[in-house]
């Protein structure tokens, strides 16, 4: 998260030069690429983040294709 804050200081900064009606258009751009890219880490990292979800599905689904092919 700190590496998409620091990336995107530069538009923060413009931003503030170019008045605050232009900031507060870019604040929810922001939190949303932040949002993003928490969620691409999170998603990456099937065991351990803050989405868990079980594997019953896919285990489901490889038994039933198990039985297709035999």
């Known amino acids: 998260m700190t590496l998409t804050l620091r990336k995107m200081h530069p538009t923060t900064t413009k931003a503030a030069r170019l008045g605050k009606r232009r900031l507060?258009?870019?604040i929810p751009l922001i939190l949303a690429f932040a949002v993003l890219m928490t969620l691409v880490v999170d998603l990456n990292r099937p065991q351990g983040g803050l989405i868990i979800v079980g594997?019953?599905?896919m285990i489901d689904l490889q038994n039933s294709m198990d039985r297709e092919t035999k």
């Open 24 to 26: 507060i258009a870019v």
């Open 55 to 57: 594997q019953q599905s």
